[in-house]
């Protein structure tokens, strides 16, 4: 990560060469040295997954990668140690989206394959991968409602069906883009439910064990505007982290130092409010 490092203010990342004036930028992940990204840019036919690596001046332009002919890419993300990747891809003939996995190749990546195991919904999206194969990702399970998190479990090599985290993370309101740590201590997430600072906020929820997801904690007025916040995400280091938010008329991917939300993250382990 070759930019100028951000303290505990919120600052855009990469401005012109990841995050443009001209295109939408949301969902980064890193390569666990850091040293390749990959996001997914909005171009005028659709959204795009897009990688970039390290240079000798910082990261090189971003190109486009391409998966099975008919296919597009609607979400992605990679496992921690980036040996698969998680895809929801949109059939271009019906419009119909599904989960997918691609695993790494010695050449780039495999042809993604349908994961049956875990019947898709409506609006699939922001897909995050733990180190012992758990997935979160949204979802509208019913037709007209808000989505809500979901989360699967990957045993005997297949995924199984998928289940609802409680009342702690959703709400009879807007929760999505999920971020699940690798160690599956807690679940960052995107919400619109009241008492935020407008649009969709950020939060934070500790697992406890034998009990389940805590409450669900806003991670407060440096992170959250009046704007949109959404799609976090932890650098493999867990010194920084990442999220997307509306400026003016596209949306940019910012990051700021992790030390902003430890007093969330305390908080959250007390179940006390700030």
């Given at each position: ?68 002919k008919?296919l597009?890419v ?65 979802e ?12 699967t ?29 690798p ?82 993250t ?9």
């Amino acid at each position: 990560m070759a930019e100028h490092k951000p303290g505990k203010k919120p600052v855009i990342y990469c401005h012109k060469i990841i995050s443009t004036d001209t295109h939408d930028e949301y969902g980064i992940h890193f390569s666990p040295d850091a040293r390749t990204l990959y996001f997914i840019r909005e171009l005028e036919d659709g959204p795009a997954m897009m990688q970039s690596g390290q240079g000798v001046y910082g990261w090189t332009r971003p190109r486009e990668i391409h998966f099975k002919k008919g296919l597009v890419v609607r979400e992605a993300c990679f496992n921690p140690d980036e040996t698969s990747l998680l895809l929801v891809l949109r059939d271009e003939k019906d419009g119909s989206e599904a989960l997918y996995i691609s695993n790494r190749e010695a050449k780039g990546w495999s042809s993604p394959e349908e994961i049956t195991d875990t019947p898709p919904g409506q609006g699939i999206g922001s897909l995050s991968v733990s180190l012992s194969g758990t997935v979160c990702y949204s979802e509208k399970i019913n037709p007209g409602h808000h989505p809500d998190i979901q989360i699967t479990h990957y045993r005997n090599q297949q995924y199984l069906p998928p289940w609802n985290p409680g009342a702690n993370i959703n709400t009879p309101y807007r929760e999505t883009d999920p971020f699940i740590t690798p160690d599956e201590k807690y679940l960052l997430f995107s919400s619109d439910r009241p008492g935020g600072y407008g649009g969709a906020d950020l939060y934070i929820s500790l697992f406890i064990r034998g009990r389940g997801w805590g409450p669900a904690i806003n991670l407060g007025p440096s992170i959250n505007t009046e704007r949109d916040e959404g799609r976090p995400y932890l650098s493999p280091d867990g010194e920084y982290l990442f999220f997307s938010r509306n400026r003016k008329q596209n949306r940019d991917i910012y990051w700021v130092s992790s030390e902003a939300i430890e007093t969330y993250t305390t908080l959250a382990s007390k179940n006390t409010l700030p």
